[in-house]
């Protein structure tokens, strides 16, 4: 079965400062990640995914991220963040042999302050 | 094109009640799942439904909880003689294949409170 570790819980930067997001995951098969924005009150909104090819993969809002296969990450950046980022971010991952199911890690509060 | 759509936003029931989630899936989508998060938790999986089939239920407890996806009209989530631990929300996701890769979009979520 697979797993998901955000290793932060909570992540308060500076507004313009760079950010990393970590997330590890274990799994026995192929895989395919995710990270996920949930603010206050709201649903989950994708912001980016990797099925295959590049490790690196971009999404919205500027966000990127790398996938490292030898070290199981998938760690989210930004280079330069916006009071607006502030929300919670989830990795996810979902196994090539279970379907669309979704495996979610705890989940990274970022603050950004002015 | 409208959204993943669930009712109600949020729902208060006193412990014993019944309560009933609704959720609509995005037009096209015939692949619901449910997911249950808890205060200061990520999401973990419920149950992942078909229309008239329910395909993996392993994340749902095993009494009180039920989960169906009819032919016609929205998807489900039944929770019977609820108890304060059940307070949580409980998002509903489409997609429009089973396949892993596929994106899951998400609704707005159902806050149940439990009193």
């Known amino acids: 079965a697979q797993s998901v570790t955000q290793l932060d819980s909570q992540v308060p930067v500076f507004e313009e400062a760079p950010v990393e997001l970590r997330c590890n995951y274990s799994?026995?098969?192929?895989?395919?990640l995710f990270w996920y924005v949930q603010y206050p009150n709201q649903g989950l909104q994708l912001l980016l995914k990797?099925?295959?090819?590049?490790?690196l993969v971009k999404g919205i809002n500027g966000f990127e991220a790398e996938f490292n296969k030898s070290q199981t990450s998938f760690h989210l950046r930004k280079p330069s963040v916006h009071i607006s980022d502030t929300a919670e971010y989830f990795c996810?991952?979902?196994?090539?042999?279970?379907?669309?199911?979704?495996?979610f890690g705890e989940g990274t509060q970022l603050t950004v302050n002015p | 094109n409208a959204g993943v759509m669930q009712n109600p936003r949020h729902l208060v029931r006193r412990r014993g009640q019944e309560a009933r989630l609704r959720c609509s899936p995005m037009k096209g989508h015939s692949h619901v799942y449910w997911y249950r998060q808890l205060p200061e938790e990520g999401l973990k999986f419920m149950v992942y439904?078909?229309?008239?089939?329910?395909?993996?239920e392993s994340g749902m407890p095993k009494e009180r909880f039920s989960a169906e996806f009819p032919k016609e009209g929205p998807s489900i989530l039944r929770i019977q003689q609820v108890v304060r631990g059940d307070s949580a929300a409980y998002f509903c996701a489409s997609s429009p294949t089973l396949l892993g890769y596929n994106e899951q979009f998400f609704g707005p979520g159902t806050r149940l409170t439990v009193l």
């Open positions: 799994s026995s098969v192929s895989v395919y």
């Open positions: 439904l078909q229309k008239e089939n329910i395909i993996d």
């Open positions: 996810a991952v979902s196994e090539e042999t279970s379907g669309s199911r979704l495996t």
């Open positions: 990797y099925l295959s090819g590049s490790t």
